[in-house]
């Protein structure tokens, strides 16, 4: 009776509700703040929920679907349920939407869309499968079948966002590297565009009559008497207050746990030591998920590191590039956008310089060097006319750096680099040089949530647990990039669609 007459009292006032003494966790300034107060009542005033760990749920609205994280995952799971016609509110933690995503390069792996085709960017999506699964296997990812399965719909959701909401991607064919051609595609502007893809995406769920929270952290997940999953508590005001979203169905798009120092330690002791780059990933959605009995896999697969100025680590796959330590050594292929900062940290290198030429400066991606090297004019030297003034600038030793252009010329002579195996740009650079430093981070994680194929969270002898579902990063999906949270974002939000359509059949 108490949760009943709470909602009729909803955005009166804050008095009368705290002297109602119903509110639980809710903050009586919150209550009236609250965007979401008021909105829905729940009419089942019988059912007695408790949030794991702690009791008083009070339901501030209810929804058909709610979606933990605004990333390429979350945004995506969205997709399919507000073309049902089904009320979505997706929440996330930060004050702007877009997580990791919105950050990320926007290098976005996916073979044989119709974006890729009518650009002639052909490869089959069979082809760069054993290219990806190779990749995928070296580094230790067992579980290839749902990887493939993403892979095998990432086109799909290319070509969903480009007709649909109007996401643009740059022209494909503009890919030199014979190691990605037709296997990545870029946001219209290039490097770090995300905004191109996510922005039209967001827009047009806004328009579709999605509801979109910020500075909501959820922190436990709703169960009914029943331990069915009935909607999540969020921490929002900066952790002042408590909000309870009721619905139908949970989907925790919350992303990887790179960002965890505690998670990162109990599964990746080696990689502890490096530093992260975003506070999106605090693995959250793998605790909510844990917290209800989801099943956690392959959180012990090493997790890729990039560049602590991350655009940087991608450009050797647009443009000549030369990468030395900080003895002027090579010692990782350029063409590859992992290769310095693994190695580097493997060999602990402690950092790396990038070397470039004009035809990086001036290339596909010049809008990226623009940027990057302008916010990051500290750990620019150049242009230098010679090599020697290049060792100078940045400190390595002149006549080191000297053998390493040798031995590189020597390569490129050879067309074959013996050391490394680039295949891609291996010609020569020119005067005037320049260079970046940088340092390796852990930016993703391969591992999280078990789950079935339409993204389910799996409990205890891999029975689903009903009504909670988990994709992109949060998820054991293998892939841990773009292309693969988006992919398993749409596949996740068709499923719960289908499902309620079944439910209420
Ligand atoms: C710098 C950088 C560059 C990258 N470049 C590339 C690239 O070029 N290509 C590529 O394929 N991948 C790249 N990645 C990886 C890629 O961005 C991720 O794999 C992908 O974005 C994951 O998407 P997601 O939606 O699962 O997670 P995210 O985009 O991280 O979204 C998760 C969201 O959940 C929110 N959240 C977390 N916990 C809670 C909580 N408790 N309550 C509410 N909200 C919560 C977060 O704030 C976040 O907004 C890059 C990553 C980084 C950091």
Redesign the pocket.
Known sequence: MERRAFFKLAGISAASLAALGALGACDAGIVEDNPLMGALESDDASESLSPAGSPAVSFSAEVDVLI?????????AAIAPVKAGRSVMI????EL?????????????VAGSDVQRAAGADRSIDEAWQVVQKKLSEVGVVELALAQRLFEAAPRWVDLLASEYGAQFSDPSIVESDDVKGLILLPKNG?GDMESIMVPLRDGLLDAGAVFHTD????AVILSEAAVVRGVR?SVAKGTSTVDVGARRVVV????F?SSQPLVHSYLPDQERIAC??????G??QM?CEAVGGQLEGMDVAAPL?SDI?QAA?WGLFGPTLIVDALGNRFAREDS?DAAANACAADERGYWWTIFDEELVNGGQSRSLAQVTSGNSRRVVGPCNDLAALAAQAGIPSETLEGTFARFDAAIEAGKDEDFGRTSFLQKLNPPYYAIKQMPVR??TRGGVRTDEDGRVLGSLDAAISGIYC????AAIGM???????A??MLVGEAVAASLEGDDA
């Open positions: 933990v994280g605004s990333g390429v995952a979350g945004l995506s929440v996330d933690k930060l939407l877009g997580g990791e995503s919105y950050e990320s390069n926007g290098v976005i792996c490097l909501y952290r959820a922190t969020f798009a919350a992303g990887g790179s780059y975003t506070t999106a990933s605090m959250e959605g909510l990039t991350p991608a956008i930016y993703k994709c992109g990063a949060s841990a990039g773009i292309a693969a949270s988006g398993s974002g």
